[in-house]
């Protein structure tokens, strides 16, 4: 606390304690508040008491901030019948200042409670309830401004809503055209930042839209502070904002796909900035988008006009990585798709050739290597599928997109193990007590505990584990390591110890049957392959996007071709026992069309002992 010397007297002074907020003091009278059954009588009172406490937000902890937007929310549906004043001076004015609560203490909210959520939420409803009587309103605070105004469909002619940014001697100014910008006063406009609608917004309106329509409100927004902490939240926030944030909304009605385009003006805070990309903030997504905008021109390090089909909060985001611009995304997404195409053909013909065949399924390892392609195939064809616009667009969709692959990734490495696991009980380093039930161990070690896994993963953080990350639904960036990084380097550490007690035993074992020793060599060297490629495959996957977003596209395409075809060629060509039962069943079929029923029923008994054998005594051990 500052202390004074009084230069008269020299004695110190009283101390000022205007600076000394007790915290405890704060909590305290926001849990009051709360517990106060708010209605219209007394809503002036509350609000004029949370604006009081709001100022001193710099204190707040995270049960401050959600007793807060709590307080607010209860408020919310008075709003309409209470005066403007009452609203704009105490109820925005209180949003402002908790604006002001340090970062760290609104992400941790946020995690929790969804407070920045929340607070977006009051934010974009408040404009929407307040009363509005004949003139446009408008108001501005350090951080946040509105603008209301009626509209009606014969008199529209386009609106037009600026603000031009104070510095520290001067404050926010704001103002409604009853026109688009062409049609503004220029010397009045021309710095301003700007959200312009088109005279034809009305034709996209349907009767019940019309009917129901009466306002257009706008919001402005000083920095991105409340979208970063939503994005810091769930992910490492990996955007920068260069621009304020303005946005309009006619309550109750989307808007999109406009034929004549929203324009949206800003002024450039970052000066030097480059790879600047026009976006509007994804409320379902909780991230910055860019689709459905263009930059239509800028004046260098001065402006940036943007072009949009539709309405919401939009900025300017320094793309750094040009993710937006790519003139490859296409044709590297169309050779992604064809990469998972190949490879899922590929896994398919696998299966149903060990499948089909009565010998092969038999196996143990034919089962293992059914069961390991067809986790494959899955993730295959749910990345194929699931990794689309349809999708990635809508939050329940993309977040069980996510947890799928997730799943079957986590599957695909616990079939693996399993593999190695039974090459040892090939070479008799297990007991042939744990043999016996090796397989149903097995499958409800490789599909139960990928199961629990996602399964924690899901509840913790209310699914919010999984998201979007550019037009990819994976993982957040802690459970990324901690739910698939940690198992699969675990899996892999493990797999490796395996491989060693492998190797060392067929190299020091001395065996009469050297066909047998050459047939675990050769599954060794399938099983190295195979993970080598879905190892590469998938990490590729999804490190492929951010600055080398192309090149690892590119790779991830070639890794999952071969994948698919090195398991096919391998496993069905390549090894002898398979190929001779592919030959065999071609053979079947081109005798079975020129001899009659006895002789094929002989020559295919024979066949079938034939197929036995070399099941039997080829690659495959069946055990």
Not at 322 to 328: F, R, S
Not at 440 to 457: K, Q
Request: one cysteine or more; charged letters at 20%; aromatic letters at 10%.
């Amino acid at each position: 606390m500052p202390l004074k010397c009084s230069p008269f007297t020299g004695v110190w002074q009283e101390p000022d304690m205007s600076q000394c907020y007790n915290t405890e003091g704060i909590t305290q009278q926001l849990k009051n508040i709360s517990n106060e059954d708010i209605d219209k009588e007394n809503v002036e009172e509350v609000s004029t008491k949370l604006s009081d406490i709001s100022k001193k937000s710099v204190y707040f902890k995270v049960e401050d901030i959600d007793l807060a937007v709590d307080i607010h929310e209860k408020m919310l549906p008075l709003i309409s019948n209470v005066s403007a004043n009452i609203t704009l001076h105490n109820i925005l004015l209180s949003i402002n200042d908790m604006i002001n609560t340090p970062e760290e203490i609104l992400v941790e909210a946020e995690k929790s409670k969804r407070t920045g959520s929340r607070m977006l939420d009051i934010l974009e409803a408040i404009p929407e309830e307040i009363p509005l009587e004949g003139q446009p309103l408008t108001i501005a605070y350090s951080n946040i401004g509105v603008g209301i105004t009626k509209v009606e469909e014969k008199s529209f002619n386009g609106l037009f809503y600026g603000v031009l940014y104070g510095n520290k001697e001067t404050k926010v100014k704001t103002m409604i055209y009853n026109s688009s910008y062409a049609e503004t006063p220029q010397e009045e406009t021309k710095d301003m930042d700007f959200i312009s609608l088109p005279r034809s917004l009305m034709k996209h309106l349907q009767d019940e839209g019309l009917s129901t329509m009466s306002r257009i409100s706008f919001v402005f927004m000083r920095d991105d502070k409340i979208q970063r902490v939503i994005q810091k939240s769930s992910t490492e926030a990996n955007t920068t904002i260069i621009s304020h944030i303005i946005a309009a909304n006619i309550p109750k009605i989307s808007i999109t796909n406009l034929d004549e385009p929203v324009t949206i003006s800003f002024n450039l805070i970052d000066q030097n900035a480059t790879n600047l990309r026009c976006v509007y903030w994804d409320e379902i997504l909780g991230n910055w988008s860019g689709e459905g905008c263009k930059r239509s021109h800028n004046i260098s390090g001065e402006k940036v006009f943007c072009s949009c089909n539709h309405l919401t909060s939009f900025a300017i985001i320094m793309d750094v990585y040009q993710t937006g611009n790519g003139p490859n995304d296409e044709i590297l997404s169309i050779l992604s798709n064809v990469g998972c195409g190949i490879s899922l053909v590929c896994l398919i013909l696998t299966i149903i050739i060990h499948v089909c065949s009565k010998n092969l399924r038999k196996l143990m390892t034919s089962k293992i290597l059914v069961y390991l392609c067809i986790s494959l195939a899955v993730s295959n064809l749910i990345f194929l599928v699931g990794m689309q616009e349809y999708a990635t667009t809508k939050p329940a969709a993309c977040k069980a997109v996510a947890a799928l692959i997730h799943y079957f990734l986590m599957t695909s490495l616990m079939w693996m193990t399993v593999e190695v696991l039974q090459v040892c009980l090939a070479v008799d380093v297990i007991s042939q007590t744990v043999q016996r039930s090796f397989m149903i161990r097995s499958s409800i070690l490789a599909w139960g505990l990928p199961m629990i896994i996602v399964t924690v993963t899901l509840a913790i953080n209310y699914t919010n584990n999984y998201i979007r990350i550019e037009q990819t639904c994976w993982l957040s960036a802690v459970p990324f390591y901690t739910a698939l990084v940690a198992p699969m380097g675990i899996i892999l550490i493990f797999n490796i110890f395996i491989f060693s007690i492998d190797v060392w035993y067929l190299m020091t074992l001395e065996t009469n049957k050297p066909f047998k020793l050459e047939t675990k060599r050769t599954r060794i060297l399938g099983i190295v392959g195979v993970f080598v490629l879905f190892s590469a495959a998938w990490i590729l996957a999804f490190f492929s996007f951010g600055e080398t977003d192309e090149v690892f596209t590119l790779l991830f395409a070639i890794f999952n071709i071969l994948q698919g075809m090195f398991v096919f060629f391998y496993y069905c060509i390549y090894m002898k026992n398979t190929r001779d039962v592919i030959f065999s069943c071609v053979h079947k079929r081109k005798e079975a069309n020129t001899r009659g029923n006895v002789t094929y029923n002989n020559s295919s008994t024979n066949r079938e002992r034939r197929e036995v054998e070399l099941a039997e005594t080829g690659p495959y051990l069946n055990i």
